[in-house]
């Protein structure tokens, strides 16, 4: 059966039209002001009458299968994708993170196996860079004929994920050699061991010194440093999760070098600042992250220069922990913050927030809505235009908007396999009312009705490479 889309205003990020869809199979087949249902043979009718219609979102910094700092990440790619979808989000792309001891190709075949069959959405991964030896680049050739067009490299969690810099180098020159894009986590490793190691030494060991142990200059001093090997190696780069001002303006002076660096910030960054983390009870655990959310100084600079197109994307780092039993592996006395599993749940959150504090506030505009959480991240890994645009022949990636909604976020509704939510309390204005992943519908009303399987894994581009 085809889907007609009827009298919806299509919203892309330089286009702004009243037309209807019709959708055959797995992608549009046809745009035009007025499509008889008559002409589309077997089909249903979707009346996006007064919606808006936007390209499928793409969230390029999940974590869903996740082993980290000895548990697990709460969701599967049940929860993690059919929340993804009720939020609008039908591309994820998730960071696969092996240890520094495992093979790369079982690893990414490891992380595989937890989206084949289930992910109700489509999914891509960025591949690890944990280690760099000789077996190495063998392997990562290997991956990226699978279609895999960027590596992630961490500036932190030394030990465990993080690099030395012969390995970033080497890491670096093989992207370049490939046309692959270095997506890096910046901070200072060697800085944050020693703050985080002088402050529990005082007896600061909760979670509201999490973000003293991580201050925006060590983040800033990551991203000078990884712009430095971008600049002696020529590779691409995007730097992920970035948190404030002096990391933006680091990246933006080696732009203007001739860099090929592109930023991304992600949503708890844009409207949850550090009083969270220093909420009482050890309640301010649910918000640790790194790099940590900072000062509401460094918030407002981000819309702005989300607003001015110096941010390419935002993200989640979607990274979901419950609050019992895991989050308090870092609850004082017997513990401290070191310990506290890094990451909030928001998969499904993504899109609404940004509506409700960006669009419907006036901080940006619906074109630079759709480019944040659609269109750049396409064009940045290699999926445009089969997703991120609306146009014949691509992916009927579609999500249409209701502006008239009204809600709260809660835990008691939310869809992600968490116990709590970063959000909760929040009222959100507007959401998707239906989305359709690759022509199948999967949300309806704010609620997932699509089929766990039908996800299938994004064979992306290579940035040598022309867009088709």
Not at 65 to 72: A, D, E, Q, R, S
Not at 77 to 91: C, E, H, I, K, N
Not at 396 to 425: K, N
Request: hydrophobic letters at 35%; a negative charge.
């Amino acid at each position: 059966m085809s889907l007609l889309i009827q009298n919806g205003t299509i919203i892309t990020p330089d286009q702004r039209f009243v037309a209807d869809i019709l959708v055959t199979g797995e992608t549009i087949d046809r745009i035009a002001p007025r499509i008889d249902p008559a002409e589309a043979g077997d089909v249903e009718l979707i009346d996006a009458n007064g919606k808006y219609v936007f390209p499928g979102f793409i969230d390029p910094h999940v974590h869903i299968y996740l082993p980290f700092m000895g548990t697990y990440a709460k969701d599967t790619y049940d929860s993690g994708s059919r929340a993804a979808l009720v939020g609008g989000t039908t591309t994820l792309i998730e960071m696969c993170c092996p240890a520094r001891e495992d093979d790369p190709w079982e690893a990414y075949q490891l992380w595989k196996s937890k989206a084949e069959g289930i992910s109700a959405c489509d999914y891509s991964f960025h591949m690890g860079v944990t280690r760099f030896d000789e077996s190495t680049a063998p392997l990562l050739r290997r991956i990226v004929d699978d279609g895999i067009t960027s590596f992630k490299v961490f500036l932190a969690y030394k030990g465990a994920f993080g690099v030395n810099d012969e390995e970033l180098y080497q890491t670096c020159r093989l992207a370049r050699e490939l046309g692959v894009v270095v997506t890096a986590h910046c901070e200072n490793a060697d800085l944050v061991a020693q703050l985080q190691s002088a402050l529990v030494a005082a007896g600061k060991v909760g979670p509201e010194f999490h973000e003293p142990s991580r201050p925006v200059s060590v983040e800033a001093e990551g991203v000078h440093h990884f712009c430095t090997f971008l600049k002696m190696t020529g590779a691409s780069g995007y730097i992920v999760h970035t948190s404030c001002r002096d990391a933006v303006e680091a990246a933006l002076k080696f732009q203007t070098q001739g860099v090929d660096v592109a930023i991304e910030t992600v949503i708890p960054y844009l409207v949850l600042d550090k009083t969270y983390a220093e909420r009482p009870d050890f309640e301010g655990a649910k918000y640790v992250m790194s790099p940590p959310i900072r000062d509401r100084d460094h918030q407002a600079y981000l819309w702005n220069a989300l607003r001015a197109g110096l941010i390419s994307t935002v993200a989640t780092d979607h990274a979901p922990f419950d609050f019992a039993g895991q989050k308090e592996m870092g609850k004082p006395p017997e513990s401290d913050f070191t310990k506290i599993p890094n990451g909030i749940p928001s998969v499904e959150h993504r899109p609404t927030l940004l509506y409700t504090h960006g669009v419907a506030s006036g901080r940006i505009d619906l074109h630079r809505f759709v480019e944040l959480l659609s269109t750049a991240a396409a064009k940045q890994f290699g999926m445009f235009p089969r997703k991120g645009s609306i146009q014949p022949g691509c992916d009927a990636d579609l999500v249409i908007w209701d502006p008239e909604y009204r809600g709260t976020i809660s835990a008691a509704t939310h869809t992600m396999d968490t116990d709590y939510d970063g959000f909760e309390g929040f009222e959100i204005v507007g959401r998707p009312e239906v989305v359709t992943c690759r022509g199948q519908v999967s949300v309806r009303e704010g609620r997932f009705v699509g089929t766990l399987g039908h996800g299938r894994q994004v064979t992306r581009h290579l940035r040598s490479q022309t867009q088709p």
